[in-house]
């Protein structure tokens, strides 16, 4: 039986799949950041709503996916984890 890892990368084999994976990724990354800020700090979705003003059930459509924030809302969830909120731009690897 495989592995999810070897299962994954056996998948980013196929240019399909790799091509649409990649496209999602930016929106996985900023999931992860949340969920990671949030837990970094223990704080559940419904402190962090408390602490926020943000809806509790809003901060869950976040973290999974159903719904993209804006970069006021991505502040106020920073604001409310008291953290700095900091968005940057990298180069893409290159591609032999």
């Keep these: ?5 070897e299962f994954f990368n ?3 084999q196929d240019p399909e799949f790799r ?13 992860r950041a949340i969920v990671d800020a949030r837990l970094s700090q223990n704080l559940t ?3 962090l709503a408390e602490r926020t003003g ?4 809003d901060i869950s459509k976040l973290e999974n996916g159903t719904r993209n ?3 006021k809302l991505l502040q106020r969830l920073a604001d409310g984890m008291d953290m700095i909120l900091k968005i ?9």
Aim: glycine residues 0%; neutral net charge.
């Design 88 to 96: 940057e731009f990298i180069p893409k690897p290159k591609h032999k």
């Design 45 to 47: 979705q419904k402190e």
């Design 69 to 71: 924030p804006s970069l």
């Design 10 to 12: 056996q998948q980013m």
């Design 19 to 31: 091509s649409e994976y990649e496209k999602i990724q930016p929106e996985m990354d900023i999931i």
């Design 54 to 57: 943000i809806n509790q059930a």
């Design 1 to 5: 039986m495989k592995t999810l890892n």
